[in-house]
């Protein structure tokens, strides 16, 4: 039967591309898992399952990959039966169909689709907190005021404010793990919905594909779509986490404040306007984080209202935005992490803004408060009476007893070189030594933790991949061993 003219270009050619593009690989180490499964349980016999693995063999993947739609077959599912078929004829090609359906071999193949893109999500993460981690090992003494609500608040450290960041992208991580662990189970062996009267062996198919273990309930197996939605839940959280992040740099970048300078090779300049060095690294990563953000929050629009059962024909179009999801927050944390790893940082700038607008008095209300017996509300409003009397000139110290006369209703004297040590953004930072502040003692330790952190989830990144590429190694074994 030849189909529309319209539906073909409209559906089937872009699907077709779309598969191949995305999934011919899983494909194949599918039909390669099963066919050693059906061999090596018997289902199917040694003679036929060789000559089926020497059909696989032949198919020429550069040559799928070139194929263009010719509206001969439904899908690329359908085109490689086809190839089979020609390759060992219709009666041993029909029996590598034993047991198992497009539903069963599609969910499998977008599981291990997606479980590589949430790993390449958690490396760029990854990379981008060993870089973070690396410039706040440089900068654990560089001072500068942190802002609230938009105004000069604290003075803290670079190392701090980055640690904060380091922190969260390590918490996105273990939500990025857990998805991939959600993922990570394999739905072969689930058939149309039901499962099979066959006695199919999940558990091996799901070894040589690289699963953590078979899915369980089958039915399940084709009708859910959580693991997708947690998946982009991982992302969409680490993307909105990276979006304010990279639009402090950007504000870092503006002139005003002139806290950040990217590399040459990182900025563009304008076709009029010669002294402009535009920060597009910074730029496009914030514009990468928000599309991918958009397209991983409209999965859940995309299949909230699906029946609870095969949707395959729906998967069509949400399985490539579920790849331009994860692929743009991909390149979204790879390009921030190049751009921080060649950033450089005025810290005289930093510095001097830090000794402005007053952003350590704070401690003055804390050190009434500590050593002198004020309750603190007392303490704050004799700080925010020195503020605003500071400007008529005199002693600070001089002015520091007349408000805390007016107040306290005594005269607390402290001499004017202390209250210029007390007051420096230096002792404000050195004294905060509570557990995540910002005194270099401390940030010291949390750097030390995080960097042991980020080994440890390294190696955790790489011995899932070896893994995967173990069972690949393995299914060739199998394939051969018929």
């Not at 078929?85 to 029996?95: I, K, N, P, T």
């Not at 991939?180 to 594909?209: H, M, Q, V, W, Y």
């Not at 404040?257 to 402009?276: E, H, N």
């Not at 496009?284 to 991983?296: E, F, N, P």
């Amino acid at each position: 039967m030849a189909f529309h003219p319209e539906y073909v270009r409209l559906v089937l050619d872009e699907n077709f591309e779309d598969a191949k593009r995305l999934f011919l690989d899983p494909l194949m180490a599918i039909q390669y898992a099963h066919l050693a499964m059906l061999a090596e349980t018997g289902i199917v016999g040694r003679p036929e399952a060789r000559r089926l693995r020497a059909a696989l063999d032949a198919i020429d993947l550069a040559a799928v990959r070139a194929t263009r739609y010719d509206g001969e077959c439904e899908d690329l599912f359908f085109h490689v039966e086809r190839l089979i078929v020609e390759a060992c004829g219709a009666d041993a090609a029909g029996q590598m169909h034993t047991a198992r359906s497009r539903n069963d071999i599609d969910m499998t193949m977008y599981r291990m689709r997606l479980r590589e893109q949430l790993l390449d999500l958690a490396g760029e993460a990854l990379a981008l907190r060993r870089g973070l981690a690396t410039l706040a090992g440089a900068h654990r003494e560089t001072i500068f005021p942190a802002h609230t609500h938009t105004q000069p608040a604290q003075p803290t450290t670079v190392a701090h404010y980055l640690l904060a960041f380091i922190e969260e992208l390590a918490r996105d991580h273990a939500r990025i793990v857990a998805a991939f662990e959600t993922t990570n189970r394999c739905p072969l062996g689930a058939c149309a919905i039901t499962g099979t009267g066959f006695p199919i062996d999940r558990r091996r198919t799901s070894e040589l594909l690289g699963f953590s273990g078979p899915t369980g309930n089958t039915y399940g197996s084709i009708a859910t779509v959580d693991y997708v939605l947690e998946s982009a839940g991982a992302a969409v959280v680490t993307l909105a986490g990276l979006g304010r992040f990279l639009q402090d740099m950007l504000l870092w970048c503006t002139r005003e404040i002139g806290y950040l300078r990217l590399p040459d090779t990182l900025v563009q300049a304008s076709s009029i306007m010669p002294q402009k060095r535009n920060p597009v690294a910074l730029e496009h990563a914030r514009s990468l984080s928000s599309k991918a953000l958009a397209q991983a929050a409209s999965l859940a629009t995309v299949v909230h209202n699906t029946p609870y059962g095969d949707i395959v024909d729906t998967e069509d179009d949400f399985q490539p935005l579920v790849d331009a999801a994860l692929r743009d927050a991909t390149r979204a944390l790879a390009l921030a992490a190049v751009a921080m790893a060649g950033a450089e940082l005025d810290t005289a700038k930093m510095v001097a803004r830090a000794h402005e607008h007053w952003v350590t008095v704070t401690e003055l209300s804390d050190t009434l408060a500590r050593d002198h017996g004020v309750p603190f509300r007392a303490a704050h409003a004799i700080a925010a009476r020195l503020v605003r009397t500071r400007g008529a000139g005199g002693s600070i110290g001089a002015l520091l007893a007349a408000a805390a006369k007016e107040i306290a209703g005594r005269e607390i004297v402290i001499a004017d070189d202390v209250l210029a040590r007390l007051l420096s953004p230096q002792h404000f930072v050195d004294i905060r030594r509570t557990p995540g502040g910002p005194s270099p003692a401390v940030t010291a330790r949390a750097l030390v933790e995080g960097h042991a952190a980020i080994e440890r989830d390294a190696g955790a990144i790489a011995e899932r991949r070896r893994l995967i590429a173990a069972a690949s190694a393995a299914r060739r074994a199998a394939a051969d061993a018929i």
